[in-house]
């Protein structure tokens, strides 16, 4: 082989090279050095206290649940088209009778505040910025009427569980109406709290209690511990005053005797949307909307009920056969990535939630995190249509995808 001529390098053949840049601060900064949300999971965790990180990272007993949502997306295929003419994207979707920008929402979640100070309000507000609807829960540490305030724009879902107290559930159901929350998402899959076996082991409490165990955790994390002293103190907008664990707070409040007599009760009484969240039977879906349900979410709570629950995604073909037109069909449970989105809405889902996909943003870094969770989902969904040639949501369709065979 003949020898390639060498030389001396020369300066002026380096320096067009060399890019050195300014050195940058700050949240932002150092959010967008996140490019998937499990990224921002790992920031997630240096910044928060185990208990907290925990509680929102973790699932039901053994955690087969959710670990079976999160690789039934990992495994499934999809099935591009090409020279679609895919230069124009269109990302938006009609839900329950109003536009969506992107066509997922925010799930609800119970004791925001507690991953970081900015709670309901950093979601709330990152909804309103990105066009899509956020949902507050029953459980929020932020009322419902200050979460209006703080993002009028945004599009409101209020869920709520029914507590053995009926006429404390009533109550908030009226306010919700008064504040403006279009959508009513009744959480069914909680007759009694799931095993959360992280929780039971760090003791976790709402309030957080200083233990020996909590304090030398928090020394690597004093950013989250000056929030906590330093901000309103962290109670439930909801409830008066607890001083248990999360656990006993659940098993306190929720009502195993709820029944689809209480969908039809309830149907009567809220003039908006309503949704039953929690559905996890092509069976049950059927009778929800028999009760008056306009749209289901198939979820099993992020696996944090019962363990080895089916996959939501699995459920969705049998499902959307079943009711054809007559509701809507929203999905969560597992959702980490925009392909996942993809994958959803493909299988027929009109819909998706997230939680932990955002929450892990608002860890990594309050209002901010938040929206980098919702970018890079963004920006995986809009590269994962345009390979797909999908120019539309309604572009998307089975044949996209197929499941993993061997399903969990
Ligand atoms: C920390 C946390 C708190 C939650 N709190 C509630 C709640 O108060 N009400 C409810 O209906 N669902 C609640 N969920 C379930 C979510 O609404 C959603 O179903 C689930 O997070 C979807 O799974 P994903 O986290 O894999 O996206 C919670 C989930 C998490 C992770």
């Known amino acids: 082989m003949p020898r390639t001529p060498r030389r001396f390098p020369r300066w002026g053949d380096l320096a067009p090279l060399i890019r050195f840049r300014r050195p940058a601060f ?17 920031m997630a965790r240096r910044r928060t206290p185990r208990a907290a990180f925990d509680y929102t990272d973790g699932a039901a007993d053994a955690e087969i649940s959710l670990e079976r949502a999160r690789a039934t997306f990992r495994e499934l295929t999809f099935h591009p088209e090409i020279l679609r003419d895919v230069s124009t994207l269109d990302t938006s979707v009609e839900i329950l009778g109003a536009t969506s920008r992107l066509p997922f929402g925010i799930a609800p979640t119970g004791f925001t505040r507690l ?69 009513l998402v009744v959480t069914v899959d909680v007759p009694v709290a799931g095993a959360r076996l992280r929780d039971v082991r760090n003791g976790m ?53 709820v029944s689809f007599d209480d969908l039809t009760w309830l149907r009567e009484r809220w003039p908006g949307k309503l949704v039953v969240k929690g559905i996890q039977t092509v069976e049950d879906a059927r009778r929800a909307v028999d009760a008056g349900a306009d749209a289901v979410v198939l979820s099993n709570h ?84 345009r390979l797909l040639g999908a120019r539309s949501v309604a572009e998307l369709a089975p044949r996209h995808v197929t499941l993993p065979r061997n399903l969990p």
């Open 205 to 257: 409490t709402i309030p957080p209690t200083l233990t020996p165990r909590t304090v030398l955790d928090a020394i690597p994390r004093p950013r989250w511990w000056v929030d906590l002293l330093t901000t309103p103190p962290l109670t439930f907008a909801s409830l008066n005053s607890w001083s248990g664990t999360i656990a006993e707070l659940l098993d306190a409040m929720f009502d195993p005797s």
């Open 302 to 385: 992020g696996g944090r009920q019962l363990d080895r629950a089916p996959v939501p995604l699995t459920l969705l073909p049998e499902t959307r056969a079943a009711l054809g037109t007559d509701a809507e069909i929203i999905l969560d449970t597992g959702i980490m990535h925009g392909q996942d989105i993809a994958a959803a809405l493909a299988l027929g889902a009109d819909f998706v939630l997230i939680g932990r996909a955002y929450l892990y943003g608002l860890m990594a870094g309050g209002l901010p995190g938040v929206e980098r969770s919702i970018d890079i989902l963004e920006t995986q969904l809009a590269r994962t249509m």
């Open 115 to 183: 991953m970081h100070t900015e709670g309901e309000i950093a979601g709330a507000v990152a909804a309103q910025r990105a066009g899509i609807p956020y949902t507050l829960s029953t459980m929020a540490t932020t009322s419902l009427e200050d979460v209006a305030a703080a993002a009028p724009g945004v599009r409101r879902w209020f869920q709520l569980y029914m507590w053995t107290d009926r006429e404390r559930s009533i109550g908030l159901v009226d306010r919700a109406a008064a504040a403006g929350y279009d959508t």
């Open 26 to 42: 700050g949240r932002r900064h150092r959010l967008a050095q996140a490019h998937t949300i499990e990224e921002l999971r790992a």
